[in-house]
């Protein structure tokens, strides 16, 4: 009985750790091209639009000193800076020169930690003891 409220404790305490991993997971640019822009993936999401066709929902934040505006692909030419948060296909995001193409910053899309579930907003009745110290198990 002891037993079962440290594994519903231990899975909480488990939980709440993946939870706050998940909020500090991003992918950054790479520290070579840091001097030319910023990018910073957020989020990204595999997920299927068709069967046997794969894609990301990607969420992620930009910044590129010094330019009004840029080419993304897949979506044209934007603000030098922004968010973003779309389905794609492609396998790696590119931020390039608006005017001459110039790639200024490329960074692979890598698959982001997902948690599926949040703690319960019930109390697990199994947790709770009443004020003698006894559950309703015992």
Same mark, same amino acid.
């Given at each position: 009985?002891?037993?079962?409220?440290?594994?519903?404790?231990?899975?909480?305490?488990?939980?709440?750790?993946?939870?706050?991993?998940?909020?500090?997971? @991003? !992918?950054?640019?790479?520290?070579? +091209?840091?001097? *030319?822009? $910023? /990018?910073? &993936?957020?989020? =990204?999401?595999?997920?299927?639009?068709?069967?046997?066709?794969?894609?990301?929902?990607?969420?992620?934040?930009?910044?590129?000193?010094?330019?009004?505006?840029?080419?993304?692909?897949?979506?044209?030419?934007?603000? @030098? !800076?922004?968010?973003?948060?779309? +389905?794609?296909? *492609?396998? $790696? /995001?590119? &931020?390039?020169? =608006?005017?001459?193409?110039?790639?200024?910053?490329?960074?692979?899309?890598?698959?982001?930690?997902?948690?599926?579930?949040?703690?319960?907003?019930?109390?697990?009745?199994?947790?709770?003891?009443?004020?003698?110290?006894?559950?309703?198990?015992?």
């Amino acid at each position: 009985m002891n037993s079962t409220k440290l594994t519903g404790l231990s899975c909480l305490f488990l939980l709440l750790f993946s939870l706050s991993a998940v909020t500090s997971i @991003g !992918q950054s640019a790479d520290s070579s +091209l840091a001097g *030319a822009g $910023n /990018l910073r &993936i957020n989020s =990204a999401v595999r997920v299927q639009i068709a069967p046997g066709v794969d894609a990301y929902s990607v969420d992620y934040n930009y910044a590129i000193p010094g330019k009004d505006s840029v080419y993304i692909a897949g979506l044209g030419i934007v603000p @030098g !800076q922004g968010h973003f948060h779309y +389905l794609t296909s *492609a396998k $790696n /995001l590119e &931020i390039d020169d =608006a005017q001459d193409g110039t790639p200024i910053v490329t960074r692979v899309i890598q698959e982001t930690t997902v948690v599926a579930a949040k703690p319960p907003l019930t109390p697990n009745p199994s947790l709770i003891t009443s004020s003698a110290g006894l559950n309703r198990n015992s």
